[in-house]
Nanobody, 124 residues
Framework: QIQLQESGGGLVQAGESLRVSCEVSRISLGRVIIGWFRQAPGKGREGVACIPETNQNIVYADSVEGRFTISRDYAKRTVDLQMNDLKPEDTGNYSC?????????????????WGRGTQVTVSS
């Protein structure tokens, strides 16, 4: 069965960088949309970035535009999220999800498979 495994979370200070990865197994990365989402305590799941199978028309949430970069590494079978200039409000459990190919959206309801997530904590 298809599996998603996140890694790379941790505790950093505001202004620092962190890179989280989503390893995808048992499905071709070139066939699906991968999205990164985050969930802070007491809040709903928030879309952060998504990348279509064509790697064109990548979408970012306004809150991370210009600071975060999503990319695919076909050799490692991962979709990575490079996060720069982190802020305390970026704190949350970051998880990746799979959606059917086409136009990517940051709506969690469109994603049908999820990893367990990795915790990112940004201190002020």
């Amino acid at each position: 069965q298809i599996q998603l495994q996140e890694s790379g979370g941790g505790l950093v200070q505001a202004g620092e960088s962190l890179r989280v990865s989503c390893e995808v197994s048992r499905i071709s990365l070139g066939r699906v949309i991968i999205g990164w989402f985050r969930q802070a305590p007491g809040k709903g799941r928030e879309g952060v970035a998504c990348i279509p199978e064509t790697n064109q028309n990548i979408v970012y949430a306004d809150s991370v535009e210009g600071r975060f970069t999503i990319s695919r590494d076909y050799a490692k079978r991962t979709v990575d999220l490079q996060m720069n200039d982190l802020k305390p409000e970026d704190t949350g459990n970051y998880s990746c999800g799979i959606a059917d190919g086409g136009v990517c959206h940051l709506e969690a309801r469109l994603y049908h498979l999820w990893g367990r997530g990795t915790q990112v904590t940004v201190s002020s």
